[in-house]
């Protein structure tokens, strides 16, 4: 299993670093969303500096918050093509060889998984490097106010990396189930908007009325936006009503429920068919 | 059953597919490959090899009946059988993102081949199948010959004891036909291994195998080595083609000397005899005194094209019909279009 395992994961990181368009496409959305969004919605200018701690929950700027919530998000875009690959290695051929193998469902679900969020968190810190840059040339950046324990980088990659393990089985879940990529697309469209729209990625949390703000904290993504924000600024964590960890701990949750459904869905698609 | 059912051997006993509860694709099908045989399953598309075969390696459950391979149950045991087991499928199935060595190096870890083997088994298979210049090449930039002899490297990378080629030389040229065959032949030589293949390329099966069945809608309608096959149609074949299609000289052909029998088709009469050469000029003769005017004469020695009519009543035509599995699949969406009207 474990040198199964191996192997397949090479072969999915050889193809990943083969293609850098895949990694930049995966980059576009939200350095879009940073320059775009995040530069034109300047909620300083409408509030005074006290209503807008409490607005962007200790964020120093609107853009602040913004760009932490985008680090997060990248875990959604860059894993929204790994069911993609599974859909086309089944038009290609290549997955009925592997299935062909002893190689069982877990060693091939696995390894895409395993190489599915290695990117999301180097992209993630990405980010977070591009958003302070844009502060560097004059425009809209990211201030980092919290002084960063090795701790707290480590709840950071955390948090993305549960994030995108939790979003990665979910598109391979799909993948493995669907067969045409328009469908494919379609679902995942049909996830990702809605994901980040109920979430707090975006929203200065403040403005949110109370139902929405119950529905946002059950969102995986809010959970591990709360962990980049509780430790990127400083006196933030007396703006949530939990510690990091709790919320690593939702994630967590999030993740394995996930996982077990994908797994199901995955070795269901690669049984011989009935 | 009859037959050996040990290591190397290949036994399928009543083994059925329906799909869809209808289309019965493979229907009560039962054969002994011995080890160290090579064994053709020869049929038109839409015949049932594909799904036989997908069912022997582990790919597609079975209906009814009972398979073993290399002496291990398929229906009970299919992860021991995909260990035990080589294939080469019809379809490119190697990674075209991989170059060949990876393609070979990813086999070789999924089948576990010892890792102090892996690096010169892989080097040996790419210099056998002349693929060694372009080894660190990607794959989908091979041409057809080099990708598939690619996948042959890929199937038998960990020694099989029983290789399975799917319609393997399907889309190449006649050289890059033989070239592969050359390996193969190669390959079962030196390691032994039983090969089942299916083809619909006649001249293949004729000059490869040392056994084949004939399958046609499911059903074996015939077996054995080629020769009994040949042998089976009693003789040289005559086509008799006559002007006029409307007037029956089966009768007439039957009165000839030496004729074995004969069968009216499509307008054309195929006549068995033991010596062709020699009846052409009766058969000729005895119409020109009936005034039945012709328009062709040929005579064809026994081949398996005329065993192949002979025992399915039909021409054999490489792109004849559709697959069992496209046949499953339009069934199903006429039956869910049929569903949504209801």
């Known amino acids: 299993m474990i040198r199964e395992l191996g192997a397949l994961t090479r072969r999915e990181l050889l193809r990943l670093a083969r293609n850098p368009q895949a990694i930049m496409t995966s980059l576009l959305l939200p350095i879009l969303y940073l320059l775009l969004f995040g530069q034109a919605f300047d909620l300083g200018a409408a509030v005074s500096p006290q209503a807008l701690l409490f607005l962007v929950r200790g964020a120093p700027t609107y853009f602040s918050y913004f760009a932490a919530g985008m680090a997060g998000f990248v875990a959604v875009t860059a894993t929204l093509f790994i069911g993609a690959n599974v859909i086309f290695d089944r038009l290609f051929g290549v997955l009925k060889r592997t299935s062909s193998t002893p190689a069982g469902a877990s060693a091939i679900f696995g390894s895409r998984l395993l190489a599915g969020i290695i990117q999301p968190v180097g992209l993630a810190f990405l980010v977070l490097g591009l958003a302070v840059a844009l502060g560097k040339l004059g425009l809209a950046g990211l201030v980092v106010t919290a002084s960063l324990s090795v701790v707290g980088v480590g709840e950071i990659i955390l948090a993305v990396l549960i994030l995108s393990v939790m979003f990665a089985s979910l598109f391979l879940a799909i993948g493995f189930t669907i067969e045409q990529p328009q469908t494919y697309f379609a679902a995942v469209n049909a996830i990702n908007l809605p994901v980040l729209l109920t979430s707090a990625a975006l929203f200065p949390w403040g403005l949110m009325p109370a139902w929405f703000r119950n529905v946002a904290s059950f969102n995986p993504i809010t959970m591990a936006v709360n962990v980049i924000r509780e430790n990127l600024f400083s006196g933030a964590t007396a703006y949530y009503p939990y510690d990091a960890s709790v919320y690593l701990l939702g994630l967590t949750a999030w993740a394995a429920a996930i996982i077990v459904i994908a797994i199901l869905l995955a070795r269901r698609a690669l049984a011989p068919k009935a | ?342």
């Not at chain 2, 190397?8 to 009543?14: F, I, K, L, P, Q």
């Not at chain 2, 930039?141 to 020694?159: D, I, K, Q």
């Not at chain 2, 697959?323 to 339009?330: E, F, I, K, L």
Request: glycine fraction near 12%; charge should be negative.
């Open chain 2, 1 to 342: 059953m009859a037959g050996s059912s040990g290591k190397g051997s290949v036994v399928a006993d009543e083994l059925t597919k329906v799909y869809n509860g209808k289309v019965r694709a493979v229907d009560g099908v039962s054969f002994t490959v011995s080890p160290g045989e090579v064994y053709g399953f020869l049929g038109p598309n839409g015949a049932g090899k594909t799904t036989t075969v997908a069912m022997l390696t582990a790919g597609l459950g079975a209906t009814s009946g009972h398979a073993t391979v290399d002496g291990v149950d398929v229906l009970r045991h299919p992860e021991e059988v995909k260990r035990r087991i080589g294939i080469v499928f019809q379809e490119m199935t190697s990674d075209g993102d991989l170059t060949g060595r990876e393609n070979l190096e990813l086999a070789a870890a999924l089948y576990g081949v010892p890792r102090t083997e892996v690096a010169s088994r892989v080097r040996g298979l790419l210099e056998r199948m002349q693929v060694a210049d372009a080894a660190d090449r990607l794959a989908k930039t091979y041409s057809g010959g080099m990708r598939r002899r690619l996948e042959l490297a890929v199937g038998t990378v960990h020694s099989p004891g029983v290789l399975f080629l799917d319609e393997p030389t399907l889309g190449l040229d006649p050289q890059g036909r033989a070239g592969f065959w050359k390996y193969v032949q190669e390959l079962r030589r030196e390691h032994g291994m039983t090969v089942f293949v299916t083809t619909h390329y006649l001249e293949e099966a004729d000059g490869m195998c040392d056994r084949i069945a004939i399958i046609d809608h499911g059903h074996i309608v015939a077996s054995g080595t080629p020769t009994e096959l040949k042998d089976r149609l009693g003789g040289d074949i005559v086509t008799i083609r006559p002007i006029q299609s409307d007037h029956d000289v089966a009768p007439l052909l039957r009165t000839v000397p030496g004729v074995l029998s004969v069968a009216a088709q499509d307008g054309n009469y195929r006549v068995k005899c033991t010596n062709g050469e020699a009846l052409v000029p009766a058969l000729v003769d005895a119409c020109a005194r009936s005034q039945v005017g012709l328009a062709g004469v040929s005579l064809k020695r026994p081949s398996l094209d005329e065993v192949f009519l002979e025992f399915t009543g039909r021409e054999f035509r490489e792109d004849e019909g559709v697959s069992a599995t496209d046949r499953a699949v339009m069934l199903g969406r006429v039956q869910n279009q049929l569903g949504g009207r209801r």
